[in-house]
Protein backbone atom coordinates (compact mmCIF):
# COMPACT_ATOMS: atom_id res chain seq x y z
CA UNK A 1 0.00 0.00 0.00
CA UNK A 2 2.77 2.07 0.88
CA UNK A 3 5.88 2.61 -1.39
CA UNK A 4 8.90 4.77 -0.96
CA UNK A 5 11.03 5.95 -4.19
CA UNK A 6 14.44 7.64 -2.98
CA UNK A 7 16.95 9.57 -5.79
CA UNK A 8 19.89 12.25 -5.00
CA UNK A 9 22.21 9.77 -4.80
CA UNK A 10 25.48 9.79 -7.09
CA UNK A 11 29.30 9.99 -6.86
CA UNK A 12 30.81 13.09 -5.46
CA UNK A 13 34.22 14.06 -4.27
CA UNK A 14 35.45 13.75 -0.78
CA UNK A 15 34.47 17.43 1.21
CA UNK A 16 31.44 17.68 -1.33
CA UNK A 17 27.83 17.36 -0.71
CA UNK A 18 24.52 15.59 -1.82
CA UNK A 19 20.62 15.73 -0.55
CA UNK A 20 18.90 12.52 -1.13
CA UNK A 21 15.16 12.61 -0.83
CA UNK A 22 12.28 10.19 -0.34
CA UNK A 23 8.88 10.58 -1.09
CA UNK A 24 6.13 8.20 0.24
CA UNK A 25 3.13 7.54 -1.70
CA UNK A 26 0.24 5.10 -1.28
CA UNK A 27 -2.21 4.96 1.64
CA UNK A 28 -1.57 5.27 5.32
CA UNK A 29 -3.01 7.45 8.20
CA UNK A 30 0.24 9.35 10.00
CA UNK A 31 3.20 8.76 9.74
CA UNK A 32 5.10 8.12 12.64
CA UNK A 33 8.77 8.93 12.12
CA UNK A 34 11.43 8.71 9.33
CA UNK A 35 14.44 7.67 9.04
CA UNK A 36 17.40 7.02 6.77
CA UNK A 37 20.00 3.73 7.69
CA UNK A 38 23.19 3.06 5.44
CA UNK A 39 24.57 -0.41 4.78
CA UNK A 40 27.98 -1.62 3.22
CA UNK A 41 28.33 -5.03 1.59
CA UNK A 42 28.53 -7.59 4.29
CA UNK A 43 27.78 -5.84 6.93
CA UNK A 44 24.51 -4.73 8.93
CA UNK A 45 22.21 -1.76 8.84
CA UNK A 46 23.11 1.02 10.15
CA UNK A 47 20.84 4.08 11.44
CA UNK A 48 22.08 7.55 9.86
CA UNK A 49 19.26 9.86 11.17
CA UNK A 50 15.85 9.84 12.38
CA UNK A 51 13.14 12.19 12.62
CA UNK A 52 9.95 11.77 14.76
CA UNK A 53 6.16 13.45 13.36
CA UNK A 54 7.10 15.86 16.31
CA UNK A 55 10.23 17.08 14.48
CA UNK A 56 13.11 15.65 17.18
CA UNK A 57 15.82 14.43 15.53
CA UNK A 58 18.46 11.68 16.02
CA UNK A 59 21.77 11.35 14.58
CA UNK A 60 25.04 8.75 14.38
CA UNK A 61 27.88 9.97 15.99
CA UNK A 62 29.66 9.74 12.91
CA UNK A 63 27.68 12.01 11.09
CA UNK A 64 26.80 14.58 13.79
CA UNK A 65 27.33 18.09 12.28
CA UNK A 66 27.81 16.55 8.76
CA UNK A 67 23.82 15.61 7.87
CA UNK A 68 21.12 16.80 8.36
CA UNK A 69 17.77 15.26 8.30
CA UNK A 70 14.01 17.34 7.50
CA UNK A 71 10.98 16.24 6.31
CA UNK A 72 7.89 18.13 4.28
CA UNK A 73 4.75 16.93 5.66
CA UNK A 74 2.52 17.74 2.72
CA UNK A 75 5.11 15.84 0.32
CA UNK A 76 5.15 12.89 2.56
CA UNK A 77 9.12 13.43 1.48
CA UNK A 78 12.38 12.96 3.82
CA UNK A 79 15.68 14.75 3.36
CA UNK A 80 19.07 13.68 4.33
CA UNK A 81 21.60 16.80 3.22
CA UNK A 82 25.10 15.25 3.36
CA UNK A 83 27.85 18.31 3.62
CA UNK A 84 31.89 17.01 3.96
CA UNK A 85 31.45 14.21 2.80
CA UNK A 86 34.25 11.31 3.47
CA UNK A 87 35.31 8.18 1.49
CA UNK A 88 33.65 6.68 4.45
CA UNK A 89 30.23 7.20 3.91
CA UNK A 90 29.89 5.56 0.68
CA UNK A 91 27.71 3.00 0.94
CA UNK A 92 23.88 2.24 -0.06
CA UNK A 93 21.57 4.21 1.78
CA UNK A 94 18.20 3.40 2.78
CA UNK A 95 15.05 5.50 4.06
CA UNK A 96 12.53 3.91 6.33
CA UNK A 97 8.97 4.97 7.44
CA UNK A 98 7.09 3.79 10.58
CA UNK A 99 3.48 4.48 9.78
CA UNK A 100 0.28 3.88 10.49
CA UNK A 101 -2.36 1.57 8.27
CA UNK A 102 -5.04 -0.55 10.65
CA UNK A 103 -1.58 -0.26 12.83
CA UNK A 104 1.74 -0.06 13.07
CA UNK A 105 3.43 -0.49 9.93
CA UNK A 106 7.37 -0.48 8.35
CA UNK A 107 8.33 0.10 4.92
CA UNK A 108 11.60 0.34 3.10
CA UNK A 109 13.34 2.02 0.18
CA UNK A 110 14.79 0.58 -2.72
CA UNK A 111 17.94 2.09 -1.48
CA UNK A 112 20.27 4.81 -3.20
CA UNK A 113 24.01 4.32 -3.85
CA UNK A 114 26.54 6.92 -2.74
CA UNK A 115 29.98 6.94 -3.52
CA UNK A 116 32.41 9.40 -2.13
CA UNK A 117 36.21 9.66 -3.83
CA UNK A 118 39.19 10.74 -2.36
Known amino acids: QVQLVESGGGLVQAGGSLRLSCAASGSFVSINAMGWYRQAPGKQRELVATIISGGSTNYADSVKGRFTISRDNAKNTVYLQMNSLKPEDTDVYYC????????????WGQGTQVTVSS
Open 96 to 107: NVDFEFFGRRLV
